[in-house]
């Protein structure tokens, strides 16, 4: 006799089973990016090419190109136009939860937020941080006390240098002070990219992730919108030194990410086209497997939608307009110029993006 085989179960179709390469590349944590284990960079470093580092630092200090606007002052003396000299100003070092998910954890990122800045962007959403002096001054070795406390007090994952590209010998010197008094967790570089080749040389060794932006692609936009032509020839060059470095971003088992390079782009409104010429860059010219933040969140702030002022014929008096400054990004982004940003990075070959998770747990 035949054995009963209920209709709808024979009819049920086959169940195909995804090729293993296929699923794999779905997940962030699958190999060829996940780490058994990690220990940071700085912590290979022989003691003499950390006195090498330290000897550099400080000839940088004394004569600063060491970004873009190449001031080359002796910021023992005086300052350049970032307005910083030889201490570090610092304006909040506390355990952070606003950043990438693979990067705060659950303990939070140790986030160390420089005052002032190489840039000037119009709609800087951190304004009163960056285009003020505000904070305390911290010598370097202050400053890698500072880290040592965010790892022993808040058990953070990481230290987190924010905005830190005019303070790159300092940096370098707190790292190195750290790593001698018991420092063990990896270092951050959050930059805007406006960085230079030099200073990148000067911190090879002692970052292990570096999380720059890369906000506009035209020289036109960048001169007006972040007051530097050269911004995006630069970013490129300063981009792919960072990949040279560190390589795709790779997690341990817990999800958190311990080395490597994650891309920020925040969506302008009325700028997505060069949104798409930056995705297809990465794609192209630093790595298909780079790992993406394309964010939705800008705000006008800063100069955008503050009222114009125009001085009065034959007198210095100055008169409020009811036009306001940089009209055309005084908006939230819409949906449809996320999605072509999106979508240029995908048929760019992009597939690792920092999305919210699908499930109610954390995006690990
Ligand atoms: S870091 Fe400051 S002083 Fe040095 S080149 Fe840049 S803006 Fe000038």
Not at 9 to 34: E, G, N, V, Y
Not at 85 to 97: E, M, Q, R, W
Not at 217 to 229: D, F, N, V, Y
Not at 257 to 285: C, D, Q, S, T
């Amino acid at each position: 006799m035949r054995p009963f085989t209920p209709r709808l179960l024979r009819r049920k179709p086959p169940i195909r089973m995804q090729p293993a390469a296929q699923w794999r590349r779905s997940l962030h944590l699958a190999p060829p990016f996940l780490l058994d284990d990690y220990m940071p960079r700085y912590m290979m470093m022989s003691s003499v090419d950390s006195a090498m580092k330290r000897s550099r630092a400080y000839a940088h200090l004394r004569n600063c190109n060491l970004c873009p606007r190449e001031c080359g002052v002796n910021r023992y003396e005086t300052t350049g136009m970032c307005l910083i000299g030889d201490t570090a100003k610092v304006n909040v070092i506390a355990p952070h939860f606003g950043e990438e998910p693979c990067v705060q954890g659950h303990n939070g990122s140790g986030s160390v937020f420089f005052s002032m800045c190489n840039l000037r962007c119009s709609f800087c959403q951190n304004h009163d941080i960056s285009h003020q002096r505000n904070g305390m001054d911290l010598t370097p070795e202050e400053l890698g006390d500072w880290f040592i406390k965010l790892q022993q007090v808040g058990s953070v994952h990481n230290i987190n240098l924010i905005t830190p590209e005019h303070v790159v010998p300092q940096v370098a010197l707190a790292i190195l002070h750290a790593k001698d008094n018991g420092l063990r967790v990896p270092v951050i570089y959050n930059t805007s990219a406006y960085d230079s080749l030099a200073s990148l040389e000067l911190l090879d060794g002692l970052v292990d992730i570096y999380l720059p932006d890369f906000k506009l692609w035209e020289p036109a936009s960048t001169k007006r919108l972040l007051k530097a032509e050269d911004y995006a020839a630069t970013a490129r060059e300063s981009i792919k030194a960072m990949q040279a470095q560190v390589g795709d971003l790779c997690f341990t088992p817990d999800g958190i990410a311990k080395k490597g390079l994650l891309v920020r782009h925040l969506v302008m409104p009325g700028y997505e086209a060069e949104g798409e010429i930056i995705m297809r860059f990465l794609a192209e010219e630093v790595s298909k497997d780079c790992f993406v933040n394309i964010m939705e969140q800008y705000h006008p702030d800063a100069h955008v939608g503050k009222p114009k002022r125009r001085s009065k014929k034959g007198s210095e008096a100055e008169e409020i307009t009811d036009d306001v400054r940089y009209a055309d990004i005084n908006r939230a982004v819409t949906q449809e110029e996320i999605s072509t940003v999106r979508k240029a990075a995908e048929k760019a070959g992009l597939w690792r993006f920092c999305d919210p998770p699908k499930h109610d747990g954390f995006n690990l």
